[in-house]
């Protein structure tokens, strides 16, 4: 069975700082892997999506990595601002159309 | 290009009263999906619509919640008797045939709470 676990689960950080949310899955069977973000009250908007073939991918100052052997994801947010602060979510599709959720990483950049 | 839009945004309801939940998914993906996060628990799957058809519903809970999506076009989902633990948000999402390759919109959910 498929888990996803997010560390830390909150981060508090002060503007300006680099930062890496780490994501680890128990099933290297994986296709891909998404990143979201959650606003508070807002749904869910996709960052970054790694193809299980891929190692990463970049959308601005986000850089996503994917290491399938190991069962790890990292999101690293270059140059925070307090716009960054939401909740971050990793998520990895097995097969079949199911997502597989963790419970993410709630991040605070003060400014 | 609308998103995937979701209806009502907040609900509250009292316990054994029914919520029908309303989701339009983006134009032309025929993969739908529901979603739900109950408080302090992970997003979970429910269930999973190609058009019209129910491709996978092992992530539905119990019989109290039945989904639906006559035409292959919007989808309803609906929760009858209400139970306090169906508090939480209902997320719907939407994504094009092609594959489980695509990336996943989600609408901004449905934010259900049952006293």
């Known amino acids: 069975k498929q888990e996803v676990t997010q560390i830390p689960a909150a981060l508090s950080v002060p503007e300006g700082e680099n930062l890496v949310l780490n994501c680890s899955f128990t099933?290297?069977?994986?296709?891909?892997l998404q990143w979201f973000r959650q606003d508070p009250g807002k749904g869910l908007t996709s960052l970054l999506l790694?193809?299980?073939?891929?190692r990463e991918q970049t959308s601005g100052r986000l850089n996503a990595s994917l290491d399938k052997s190991s069962g790890r994801s990292t999101l690293y947010i270059a140059a925070s601002q307090p716009g960054d602060s939401a909740t971050y979510l990793c998520?990895?599709?097995?097969?079949?159309?199911?997502?597989?959720f963790g419970a993410g990483t709630r991040l605070f950049v003060k400014a | 290009e609308a998103g995937v839009t979701q209806f009502p945004s907040h609900s509250v309801i009292e316990k054994g009263q029914t919520v029908t939940l309303r989701c339009d998914p983006i134009?032309?993906?025929?993969?739908l999906y529901w979603y739900r996060r109950v408080m302090g628990k992970e997003i979970k799957f429910l269930l999973h619509?190609?058009?019209?058809?129910?491709?996978?519903e092992s992530g539905m809970p119990n019989n109290r919640f039945l989904a639906e999506r006559t035409g292959g076009t919007y989808s309803t989902l609906k929760v009858q008797p209400a139970e306090l633990e169906d508090s939480g948000v209902y997320f719907c999402?939407?994504?094009?045939?092609?594959?489980?390759?695509?990336?996943?919109?989600f609408g901004e959910g449905s934010w259900l709470t049952v006293v």
């Open positions: 790694i193809q299980s073939s891929q």
């Open positions: 134009s032309g993906h025929d993969n």
């Open positions: 619509f190609v058009k019209e058809s129910k491709q996978d």
């Open positions: 099933d290297s069977a994986i296709y891909n």
């Open positions: 998520a990895v599709n097995t097969g079949g159309f199911k997502t597989i």
């Open positions: 999402a939407s994504s094009p045939l092609l594959g489980f390759t695509n990336t996943i919109y």
